[in-house]
């Protein structure tokens, strides 16, 4: 589909020591699968190269906080969710979501990778388990706790590459009468929006409602229902049951498969012009970042988040065009990106420095960045989103 070079691993921020030595890239190749029409990068980097120790913590998106809440409010009304029930989060990071579950003491568990945001987790009162899921992890959890009433999985589905292990992993977690919440980037919005920074090695898959059914299929769980989410350019929740109890899916299932068959995604017609569209987003990013250089306009980054590093990457951008960006996230200070060795500072800066743009990476976060970054218009200063096209906001 799309041939984006190759790139280091997008969450490996570099210490200022380690500048001097060299970094690994691996090839950044999204393919799609002519008979599944899953789309996919190779597994070249293994989950535990990425989650032992990670560098997102979820919370520092207030935006993305509150979207768990309205999730969790929103099962418990629609699955009658209470104090004997038992709630299992996979990938459950900082704890953003399982929060709210135990403030309504509900009985819960998540299930993560990485120690560090485990920890975090804890912290906060959230049981955290650490470790990654597979058959054996989803079995243990349900001999130790119980069958889960409700397993969630929110932007995790494409983030291994053992698909089939992992659905088995969620279907041993499930009760046989339960329910399982995916959320996932929807591979129909990233085309149309040409959101192609979200292709990193962290994500191994992209899906349509299609090729989602395949997948959780193959470990013995049927898609009943599906609802189109704002969330990241465009997500999916799939909402899922065992085989058995599943039933026949809803209406918004059939309506979303019948927009992405006319869209194409369901033959390989869909999948051609793909690479020109992006193209066209490395060209006029660079063109005005080359023409405000000329110009002697300073240019910033807002956000240090994973896909920020595909698109500073394959459009090669470095200090000489964009001369640091900012992070909410403490633990990203004083590094430097990825590949394109740009200085991570706190987001004071940009007031201190009144830069005349700030290029905001974070774009699916825009109408909480835009509300955040207001004061930039205050010495005349304009916001630059790149993606889905580029726009300049004064």
């Known amino acids: ?130 470790s990654f899921l597979t058959p054996e992890t989803g079995a243990q959890v349900r001999a130790e706790h119980g069958p889960a009433n409700l397993v969630v999985a929110n932007n995790v589905y494409a983030h291994i590459p053992d698909v089939i292990g992992f659905t088995e992993g969620l279907r041993n977690l499930v009760a046989d009468d339960g329910w399982v919440s995916i959320e996932v980037q929807h591979l129909l919005t990233l085309m149309e929006l040409n959101q192609y920074d979200t292709i990193y090695h962290e994500h191994f898959q992209y899906y349509t409602v299609a090729s989602a059914q395949r997948a959780l299929a193959s470990g013995g769980l049927s898609v009943v229902d599906v609802e189109l989410l704002p969330t990241h350019g465009g997500s999916i929740r799939l909402w899922a049951r065992p085989t058995e109890v599943a039933g026949e899916p809803s209406a918004r299932v059939h309506d979303v498969l019948a927009r992405e068959k006319a869209a194409g995604l369901h ?93 905001v990476l974070p774009w699916n976060l825009r109408d909480e960045l835009v509300e955040q970054l207001a004061y930039v218009r205050e010495w005349g200063g304009s916001l630059v989103f790149p993606i889905p096209e580029l726009e300049v906001k004064s």
């Open 1 to 130: 589909m799309v041939d984006l070079g190759a790139t280091p691993p997008c969450e490996r921020f570099l210490t200022e020591t380690q500048l001097d030595e060299p970094e690994v890239t691996y090839p950044l190749h999204l393919r799609v699968c002519t008979q599944c029409w899953l789309a996919q990068i190779p597994p070249l980097i293994t989950p535990e190269d990425t989650f032992t120790e990670y560098a997102y913590f979820s919370s520092y998106s207030t935006s993305w906080v509150e979207h768990a809440q309205r999730f969790v409010d929103g099962a418990v009304d629609r699955l009658g969710l209470g104090s004997d029930s038992f709630v299992v989060e996979v990938a459950s990071n900082d704890g953003y979501l399982l929060q709210h579950v135990v403030a309504r003491w509900i009985r819960c568990l998540g299930v993560e990778p990485s120690v560090n945001v485990g920890q975090a987790a804890r912290e906060k009162g959230v049981p955290t388990l650490t």
């Open 267 to 359: 033959e390989l017609s869909g999948y051609t012009e793909f690479a020109a569209r992006v193209a066209k987003v490395r060209r006029d990013l660079l063109a005005f970042l080359t023409k405000a250089a000329a110009e002697g306009k300073t240019v910033v980054g807002y956000g240090a988040p994973g896909k920020g590093n595909t698109l500073l990457n394959h459009c090669g951008i470095r200090p000489d065009l964009l001369a640091y960006t900012v992070d909410r996230n403490p633990y990203k200070h004083g590094r430097f990106t990825p590949g394109t060795r740009i200085p991570i500072l706190p987001p004071e800066r940009i007031a201190e420095d009144r830069p005349d743009y700030v290029l």
